[in-house]
């Protein structure tokens, strides 16, 4: 599975974006029938689950996020979505969208097998 992110930008506090993250190989994959999730990872720090969509729409999302961010898929693109309003410094960070095996999505950095490159947001106060 190859995953590609696109979206990040650098904005100032109170601002939007939306990443976008487009799948491709997957047929006989592991991850077909499984989940897509967002993940976010600053220096010196492990990466966090920021969102997460499962094989049966399942959502998950970290509770730092709640109300501010919405994650969608497209299923026929196996693509994902981040619409990120709101935004603050602390949401700055390398975004990732990673895809895994399994049908119910979680913020589990463990539970995913396929992982993009990432791309940058920079909120400035």
């Known amino acids: 599975v190859h995953l590609v992110e696109s979206g990040g930008d650098s904005v100032q506090a109170g601002g939007s974006l939306r990443l976008s993250c487009l799948g491709s190989?997957?047929?006989?994959?592991?991850?077909?029938?499984?989940?897509m999730a967002w993940f976010r990872q600053t220096p010196g720090h492990e990466r966090e689950g920021i969102a997460c969509?499962?094989?049966?729409?399942?959502?998950r999302y970290a509770e730092s996020v709640k109300g501010r961010f919405t994650v969608t898929k497209e299923d026929v693109e196996h693509s994902l979505f981040l619409q990120m309003n709101s935004l603050s410094p602390k949401d700055a960070g390398m975004y990732y969208c990673?895809?895994?095996?399994?049908?119910?999505?979680?913020?589990?950095?463990?539970?995913?097998?396929?992982w993009g490159q990432g791309t940058q947001v920079t909120v400035s106060s």
């Open positions: 990673a895809a895994g095996p399994y049908r119910n999505c979680d913020l589990t950095s463990s539970s995913y097998t396929s």
């Open positions: 190989n997957y047929r006989g994959s592991r991850e077909k029938l499984g989940s």
């Open positions: 969509v499962g094989h049966y729409d399942n959502i």
